[in-house]
């Protein structure tokens, strides 16, 4: 329906990590490129990948550590809790923003991820414009997509707002009311997703269940993908084939 894909734009801004007294954890140590590129930039990467086909190349890269120690915490840290902290400090090994620019088999793309995105709790964004028109999707409003068809006159033509429901791929029979405009959360996907992987167990075929699961293979590939990205960052922002 859209045709080729001319560009993506994607960010997942978060805010986890935007106080200076968030407390240091397991999130804030590691080598480049495992902070918030590796948090969040692994999901818009492979979204990004899903709608759009391989990456061939990535340029622009940049990481960087705007807040550079943190207090230690004063009791255990779960995900991404804030406790008490101490008066000790500890560097921060990663990145609290990245970013960087890659090339598709046709089109281009650009990418942002923070964890010190302050108001953007867990917000994930992106857009695709290609031949025929355009799609976007907020992850916040995860029952709908806005999509724009080049249809008509200029004058009048516009997004318009689709509601996701049983008519449409992972959503179908998945709702515990599965019925046109009923809603969902981005919670639901988890249950999308389980549901996938145990229908796979259960040897039905693709024909009779939900899309399969991400392979092996492809988290390797998505591994891959950060690492390049890292690599590009670590040189000055240059061209890295994958």
């Known amino acids: 329906m859209l045709g080729n894909v001319l560009h993506f734009s994607g960010r997942y801004w978060t805010d986890y990590g935007f106080s200076p007294l968030a407390p240091m954890s397991w999130r804030y140590k590691g080598g480049p490129g495992s902070g918030a590129l590796a948090d969040v930039g692994s999901h818009l990467t492979y979204i990004s990948e899903f709608l759009c086909g391989d990456i061939k190349s990535v340029t622009g890269g940049q990481l960087s550590t705007v807040i550079g120690k943190r207090p230690l915490p004063l009791a255990a840290v779960m995900g991404h809790d804030h406790v008490a902290v101490s008066d000790t400090f500890e560097a921060v090994e990663n990145d609290d923003y990245a970013a960087f620019n890659a090339d598709f088999a046709t089109g281009a793309g650009s990418f942002e991820v923070s ?37 008509g006159s200029g004058n009048e033509n516009g997004y318009r707002q689709v509601i996701l429901g049983p008519g449409h791929p992972y959503i179908a029979g998945g709702l515990a009311m599965d019925a046109p405009e009923v809603g969902f959360g981005q919670n639901d996907a988890f249950g999308y997703q389980a549901r996938a992987f145990l229908e796979e167990v259960a040897g039905l075929s693709e024909a009779e269940s939900l899309p399969r699961c991400a392979s092996f293979d492809e988290g390797v590939r998505n591994m891959e993908l950060l690492g390049a990205v890292t690599e590009s960052a670590l040189n000055n922002g240059k061209k890295v084939t994958l």
């Open 115 to 151: 964890r010190v995105a302050a108001g953007h709790a867990n917000s994930l964004q992106f857009e695709v414009f290609c031949e025929n028109g355009a799609a976007k999707f907020d992850q916040r409003r995860p029952a709908e997509i806005q999509l724009f068809l080049n249809e």
